[in-house]
Structures are given as structure tokens and as C-alpha cells.
């Protein structure tokens, strides 16, 4: 069992409908509605004859453990990737300026290295 036998006992308790929050308990619990049973009486006090109104109840609906769906991803518009696309462009012409920029200034030191050389 995940839960400790005194939580089952107190959400049994604060349950609106005893009978479902049994197979509620039980789902949760990964066991049998009677293993519920037994951990209610054991540590909450209560007779197994006190169970046998809600042993029927569960008999005649049958409960349909509720499916969890998961949320569907996210999809991008085209105008939110186009945005993305523009801002990954505009990031490499920054860059491919930084170069162009450093490149000059490496031209620049070996011209002027070259007429040091020559002695201009």
C-alpha cells in the first residue's frame, strides 16, 4: 500500500460517498476493496458487518477508474517560428559583423606591419 493505514482512515472518513471512496482508496492503493476493508477496521475503529451495505453498493455500479488524459503539446504558430527564425537571423548578422569587423582590424595591423617592414 502507498498510504499509511491512518490516511485511508481519515479520507474514508471525510468521503461523501463511503462506497466509491472504497474503490477509490483501493485504485489508489493498487489492492482490493476488502485489503481497504481490513486496514479501515484495523486501524479505524470500524466492524466488517459496517461494509456490507457498501460491498452491495459496489456490486450493482460498477466504477470506472477515471482516465487521466494528458494535455495535448503545445504547438507553435507560424507566426510565433517566424519570429523565431527572425531573431536566429538578426543573432548571425551581429555575429558575421563582429567578424567582418575584427577581420579589417587584422588587415589593418598587417598593413601597417608591411610598412613598418619597408620602412614607410
Known amino acids: ?12 472518513r471525510q468521503a461523501k460517498d463511503k462506497a466509491e471512496q472504497l474503490q477509490i482508496l ?10 481497504i476493508i481490513n486496514v479501515l477496521c484495523e486501524h479505524g475503529g470500524y466492524k466488517p458487518q459496517f461494509f456490507n451495505k457498501a460491498k452491495v453498493k459496489l456490486k450493482q455500479i460498477p466504477y470506472k477508474k ?4 494528458p ?28 567578424l567582418d569587423m575584427r577581420k579589417a582590424e587584422l588587415y589593418q595591423k ?3 606591419a608591411l610598412d613598418v617592414m619597408r620602412g614607410w
Open 1 to 12: 500500500m502507498d498510504m499509511k493505514p491512518d490516511e485511508i482512515v481519515v479520507r474514508y
Open 26 to 35: 483501493a485504485d489508489l492503493n493498487d489492492c482490493t476493496v476488502d485489503g
Open 66 to 69: 477515471p482516465e487521466i488524459i
Open 71 to 98: 494535455e495535448p503539446p503545445k504547438q507553435e504558430t507560424v507566426d510565433s517560428a517566424l519570429d523565431i527564425l527572425r531573431a536566429e537571423i538578426a543573432e548571425l548578422n551581429r555575429q558575421q559583423y563582429q
Open 110 to 112: 598587417i598593413s601597417n
